[in-house]
């Protein structure tokens, strides 16, 4: 079985402040991790995916696989940042597409 | 390019009848997700279809039910609603082989 834990589900830190979006996951097999994003009144949308290792809007995310997590980080958090953020593990389901596991997500805000 | 809609926006239904959700593809999109996403959770995996063909299943009783059309459209169907059916559906469509899910704006069905 596969299951995504996000420990916070809301966080609050200042414009300016680091910040750091924790995940934890069990799965058997070797996984793909996402995080996804959605902003106030926007649709669900994907911010960053280990496999591309890129840094999207100042985040990255670093796949470990000794402590099964896959933390979203920032240095310096706008309040443009502020929305719902969402860990996603993939599975294949049945032949060779995508099904992926969501954790409950972390209520991002940043204050001014 | 059109992103991914899905009708109708809100529906309000009683216990015991049967509703019909809308999706229709990003263009160029043949493979079609299906997600129940219950207040206060992340989206859980209900379907997947993909050359009009199921294409994987989540833990969902057979009275969710869905269809993909030739034009890599889709439905979704729940018969028999009960109360915990009261949701946001999404619709989300990808390349397949491709982990970037790309999402509607969702189906609010409410059980009374």
């Known amino acids: 079985a596969q299951r995504v834990t996000q420990p916070e589900k809301l966080l609050s830190v200042f414009k300016g402040a680091p910040v750091e979006l924790k995940c934890n996951y069990s799965?058997?097999?070797?996984?793909?991790l996402f995080w996804y994003v959605q902003y106030s009144r926007q649709r669900l949308q994907l911010l960053l995916r280990?496999?591309s290792r890129e840094s999207i809007k100042g985040f990255t995310a670093d796949l470990n696989k000794g402590e099964t997590s896959f933390h979203l980080k920032k240095p310096f958090a706008q309040e443009e940042d502020s929305a719902m953020y969402y860990c996603?593990?993939?599975?294949?389901?049945?032949?060779?597409?995508?099904?992926?596991?969501f954790g409950k997500g972390t209520l991002l805000t940043v204050n001014p | 390019e059109t992103g991914v809609t899905q009708s109708p926006t809100h529906l309000i239904k009683t216990r015991g009848q049967q509703v019909t959700l809308r999706c229709s593809s990003q263009?160029?999109?043949?493979?079609v997700s299906w997600y129940q996403q219950a207040l206060g959770q992340g989206p859980q995996f209900i379907f997947q279809?993909?050359?009009?063909?199921?294409?994987g299943r989540g833990n969902f009783p057979p009275r969710f039910s869905g269809l993909q059309f030739p034009n890599y459209s889709s439905e979704l169907n729940v018969n028999a609603l009960e109360l915990d059916d009261s949701a946001l559906y999404l619709c989300?469509?990808?390349?397949?082989?491709?982990?970037?899910?790309?999402f509607g704006e969702g189906s609010r069905l409410t059980v009374l």
């Open positions: 996603a593990l993939s599975g294949l389901s049945g032949g060779s597409n995508y099904k992926l596991t």
């Open positions: 799965y058997s097999g070797s996984p793909e």
């Open positions: 280990h496999i």
């Open positions: 263009s160029g999109h043949n493979t």
């Open positions: 279809y993909y050359r009009e063909e199921e294409n």
């Open positions: 989300a469509s990808n390349f397949p082989g491709h982990g970037e899910l790309f």
